[in-house]
């Protein structure tokens, strides 16, 4: 007996292969609510259960097949899961190996939009607070959007004919399959890192959720929101609602109507500079009356209006003023003049001419100098004497010296 006895492994592995044989179980659909959901982040392997009213039966569903997974599962969800039968040896307890799982009833990418919608939504990323307002005259336009859509058509047209000095900078783009979100994000950063344009519009066409998902990608939302340049989010048509179009600043129904709401109409701006400069004309020329009346009336309620009034005063003080340094200057003339007579006289009581007028004479030599001694003529010579009207010419006869007293 003991022989024909089979190990715990031996009895695992046969069951493994008995059901591994079974080709009806190796593809398989099964429905069920997911219970006991359990996320293993560091593997990415998911562990649950699948149950309906009467039974339960244990999954797992392996990261290379988790991580293409649209949406996240949850306790109480109820899906549709494909995968094979099989026994885990180690425990002897068999389980689903899901391959593939999609929510019953809606769709996958529906339940992954609101899910990740909610998510940032509680993180802030939609707060009005945070939206910025768009420039009301943009110089330059940056344009986020497939190169070859009418997307960019529509933008390029309306744009021109609302506001032609606006430069338009585009930035191509994949709008949908797998390296679309990777090219919107590095976008949104490089026109931001460049400064490159004073609004950014972000979008493409109508088409299908799927068709419309890169812009539901979680890290595009983020740079979006994380964008210091506003950002208008315009992707399909009016009914389309994308996870990008909360996050925006702005969200537009359609591409064209991004063009629409990021710019003024120039012809309008122009009406309007009209009506302001003719208002201004206006005004200017009210306040230039309303000043020329002012001007008149002080005019006439002051010396304004007769200038010789406001003169007289001056006039007045100035005759004042001439009269006080006239005669100032007049007294002083005759002060100095008094005292110049002083001096003259003087002077005149000094002079050598007044000396001759009382009977004397000055002897001079032939060079006109005044003599001084009789030792300075001998017998013979001339010398000329100087009286009070004239001079006489004279010669020496005789020298008579005198002894000093």
Request: glycine share 8%; with cysteine; proline share 5%.
């Amino acid at each position: 007996m003991a022989s024909s006895a089979l190990t715990v492994s031996q009895v695992n592995f046969f069951l493994k292969s008995l059901l591994e044989s079974e080709q009806r179980l190796q593809d398989i659909l099964v429905i069920g609510e997911i219970s006991n959901f359990t996320d293993h982040y560091r593997s990415g392997h998911l562990y649950f259960s699948l149950k309906d009213e009467r039974s339960v039966l244990k999954a797992v569903m392996f990261s290379s097949s988790a991580k293409r997974l649209k949406f996240r599962p949850a306790d109480g969800m109820k899906v549709i899961v494909r995968g094979r039968v099989s026994v885990y040896e180690p425990s002897g307890q068999y389980q689903l190996y899901a391959e593939d799982m999609q929510p019953d009833g809606i769709g996958s990418l529906s339940i992954a939009f609101e899910q990740l919608k909610a998510r940032l939504e509680q993180e802030g990323l939609f707060d009005a607070a945070h939206k910025k307002p768009l420039p009301q005259y943009p110089r330059r336009i940056g344009v986020i959007t497939s190169p070859t859509g009418a997307a960019i058509r529509d933008i390029l047209q309306i744009t021109a004919r609302r506001w032609p000095v606006a430069e338009i900078i585009v930035s191509p783009v994949l709008v949908q399959g797998e390296g679309a979100p990777a090219q919107l994000i590095a976008a949104v950063e490089e026109m931001n890192r460049k400064k490159a344009c004073d609004v950014i519009l972000l979008g493409r066409g109508g088409g299908s959720l799927e068709d419309l998902w890169a812009f539901n990608d979680e890290g595009l939302a983020r740079a979006v929101y994380a964008s210091k340049i506003p950002v208008v989010s315009a992707v399909g048509h009016e009914t389309d609602f994308t996870i990008c179009d909360f996050a925006a600043d702005l969200r537009a129904p359609t591409p064209s109507a991004a063009a629409e709401l990021s710019t003024p109409e120039l012809r309008e701006e122009l009406r309007r500079c009209a009506a302001f400069s003719g208002y201004f004309q206006e005004e200017a020329e009210k306040l230039i009356e309303y000043l020329r009346q002012s001007v008149d009336l002080l005019v006439q309620d002051s010396p304004l209006g007769s200038p010789e009034r406001l003169l007289v005063p001056w006039k007045e003080q100035l005759g004042s003023l001439f009269g006080r340094v006239a005669g100032g200057f007049c007294e002083r003339i005759e002060q100095e003049k008094q005292k110049l007579s002083l001096l003259a006289g003087e002077l005149d009581a000094l002079s050598p001419l007044k000396v001759l007028h009382r009977g004397y004479s000055v002897a001079e030599d032939q060079r006109g100098r005044v003599l001084r001694s009789t030792a300075a003529l001998s017998p013979g010579d001339t010398f000329s004497l100087r009286l009070s009207d004239g001079k006489i010419e004279a010669q020496v006869l005789k020298r008579i010296e005198e002894q000093e007293v």
